[in-house]
């Protein structure tokens, strides 16, 4: 069975860091991408950040580069969210997902249309001084 388990949100002030953590099990994690994504009260849920755990590769949106890192332990089948200078717009849940990897890594289709096929339920970050 599959499973993904995010976890690590929780409250923050403005400006400050959290790890969220995504613990994958029930497939083989070499062949697959992971993809971090957020909902926000009222709004749609996106797509943020996704990595291919066979080599590495990462993507991020233009609206959370260089305060977003995703990261992978593929010994431990884990994938990272490192989020930094964080700001009241980036309350949102966030889930992690995934999917088997395909000729446009992890950003091909699937990541744009939320189409991955394995969802975690989410951890809820809040940003709140």
């Known amino acids: 069975e599959v499973q993904l388990q995010a976890s690590g949100g929780g409250l923050v002030q403005p400006g400050g860091s959290l790890r969220l953590s995504c613990a994958a099990s029930?497939?083989?994690?070499?062949?697959?991408?992971i993809g971090w994504f957020r909902q926000a009260p009222g709004m749609a849920r996106e797509g943020v950040a996704c990595i291919s755990n066979s080599d590495g590769s990462t993507f991020y949106i233009d609206s959370v580069e260089g305060r977003l890192t995703i990261s992978k332990d593929n010994a431990k089948n884990m994938v990272y969210l490192q989020i930094d200078n964080l700001q009241p717009e980036d309350t949102a849940d966030y889930y992690c997902?995934?999917?088997?990897?395909?000729?446009?890594?992890?950003?091909?289709?699937?990541?744009?249309?939320?189409?991955?096929?394995?969802w975690g339920q989410g951890t809820l970050v809040t940003v709140s001084s």
């Open positions: 029930g497939f083989t994690f070499d062949d697959y991408v």
């Open positions: 997902a995934a999917d088997e990897i395909g000729d446009y890594g992890c950003r091909g289709p699937n990541f744009w249309t939320l189409g991955y096929s394995f």
